[in-house]
DNA sequence: TGCCCTCTGTGCGGTACCTAACAGAGCAAT
DNA sequence: ATTGCTCTGTTAGGTACCGCACAGAGGGCA
């Protein structure tokens, strides 16, 4: 490698961007910006047309699903491997689902006209952003079957590892009780199950801090749903970006008061 | 109406097919075949690459995506209103889903390579083929929702409701076995809340039939999942052909001995 | 230092679903 | 009619997760 194009200021990019053929990031990178994502960011709010789509380096972003009650459920993870607001690619403007910022950091952004534009007017694009979808599509589709069959246990470890996959760093930022508001289950199943990766040595929890110690036994302990899920990413994506460190500063903190995902325990999303 | 294409056999046509502009259907319909479908019948071994793009009239088709260790659960249901096979379509070749005939009936047909060329040269098709992986991942995304949050009985109803689209009479024929599989559930929790809608006379149960008596009632009964996928899917694909009466002789049994979901309750797919 | 608030840990009762085993009811073929 | 099989109905006991209520622990801030 690489004829990858190079970002002005990331060396860790955005894969789907540099999955680009070269001939067209030359469209794309005058019509880019760069900005950063405060965690709890909503970047589009289910069933409204998104501002803009997404292309995260550093951030990591959840797509939601709420139920009418307003119990909620992660359906999927979009970090560095992916794009937020593919409806628009899509042609349906709005889509279900919510887009919260999960991690706070970097991200490249489109603004939604010009996403349209972008794509319409360039075929090769096209390849890589169906093949996203279908990876997305897959990634949903694990999901399911994942609440259908497996146990909390199983779950938590299979988020852990979606978290891991999209950081640099072996350090989640997260509450309990947010973990078991992207699962869809109680906060006490998460503390169980968290003690108990914990009494073996697999993680370290600490006050909205989760640290694992011990990636290989965090996989042999959730289902095949990440292997699955992860393998035909692989598939239909394989060019990788090698991830070099990485460090910005900090976005003031943006609080959207319409979501509060990531509030205390009492108020969170429940 | 209409400019819509008049297809030769069939006068419930397939609701993607009728949505293609009029300028691309006559490349289309030299490539398509008539077939009949048996139910049972596999179209869509999981892993492998599918040999043809499906487009069922009047059968209907479940992607079933499987465990470890064989249970099973369908993740999205395709009858007129769709098609088999998308991962074509993206590029991707495989899906890791299993497509398996719900409900034997017609339906056209394109080889794999030749969906490939023509996908390849025509811009506007793409446009309906991307709204419609939205509608799709939209109803997979309701699916986890409703595996997480839901009771057996409304998983019931709505499941129900998603067969009653695709057909034109009241009677669906399968067993409670077969409905267990489906949703990924014992076959005695879908017997009591059968014997629960037939009590207050919303269905009638017989041997492997289901009729519906009352449909509203099965649509008040059921989450918000129904609605919510249904929505987002006559959002995105608005065109509708009226339904006429459809009758086509039966296919000869095709039995594809890979799979027995269709079978009997002790060897069904368990 | 002490206060406050968030986050984590625990106990208890309820329930929806599961595993397992079996009994009766329809249907078909001999 | 008898036999055989599939499909539906019923029972009993187990378990994973839920709802609720509350106790302790850690960290920030005055």
Known sequence: ???????????????????????????????????????????CESGSTPAYVYFPTTAIVSLLYLTQEGSSSEIAVVGNDGVVGISLFMGGNATPNLAVVQHAGHSYRLRAQEARNVVARSGPVLGVLLRYMQAMIAQVAQTAMCNRYHSIDQQICRRLL?????????????????????????????????????????????????????????????????????????????????????????????????????????????
Do not use: F
Request: glycine share 6%.
């Open 1 to 43: 490698m690489n004829t990858l194009p190079r970002q002005p200021t990331d060396s860790r990019q955005n894969q789907l961007l540099a999955a680009l053929p070269v001939a067209e990031w030359g469209r794309w990178r005058t019509q880019l910006e760069s900005v950063d994502l405060a965690r709890g960011e909503v970047l």
């Open 162 to 270: 979606l978290g891991l996959d999209r950081l640099t760093t072996d350090e989640l930022p997260m509450t309990q009780q947010l973990l078991a508001n992207l699962l869809g289950v109680r906060r006490e199943g998460v503390t169980a199950a968290a003690l108990r990766l914990q009494h073996d040595g697999v993680i370290r929890y600490t006050r909205g801090h989760i640290e694992v110690l011990d990636r290989p036994r965090l996989e042999q302990r959730t289902c095949e749903c990440y292997a699955v899920a992860k393998k035909e990413y692989d598939r239909l994506l394989p060019m990788r970006v090698p991830s070099g460190g990485h460090e910005r500063k900090r976005p003031a903190v943006v609080h959207h008061a319409a979501h509060r995902l990531m509030e205390t325990a009492s108020c969170a999303m429940q």
